[in-house]
């Protein structure tokens, strides 16, 4: 997969779930509809991704974002520096990257 390809992805999923979120809010549950559509993708990402990079993408989409709108940070340690990672889609396409096989 190439990078313009995987933003496209990362972009669609984000409005996916803000718009099921919106919803939900307004008492509509999609849950039971959504849920094909999110076995289908977790199959496709699972041919296409290690359980690492998945990891991490499903970090950037479900957890980096937290409670009343708090974003999490993820960090790795370069010689003695924390640099802060997976914070965009062009950090979180490097840090998948960084863990193909």
């Known amino acids: 997969m ?11 999923l984000q409005l996916v779930h803000k718009k099921s979120r919106e ?11 959504d ?23 499903d970090w950037f989409l479900y957890e980096r974002e937290g409670m009343y709108g708090i974003i999490n940070q993820a960090h790795k340690i370069v010689g003695k520096k924390k640099v802060e990672i997976c914070y ?4 979180l396409w490097e840090t998948v990257q960084e863990y193909s096989a």
Request: no cysteine.
């Open 2 to 12: 190439n990078k313009q390809s995987f933003e496209k992805i990362i972009l669609n």
């Open 23 to 33: 919803l939900y809010e307004l008492g509509v549950d999609l849950m039971q509809y």
């Open 35 to 57: 849920e094909n559509y999110e076995f289908v993708i977790d199959e496709l990402f699972k041919a296409t991704f290690n359980e690492e990079q998945r990891g991490w993408i």
């Open 88 to 91: 965009d889609i062009d950090s």
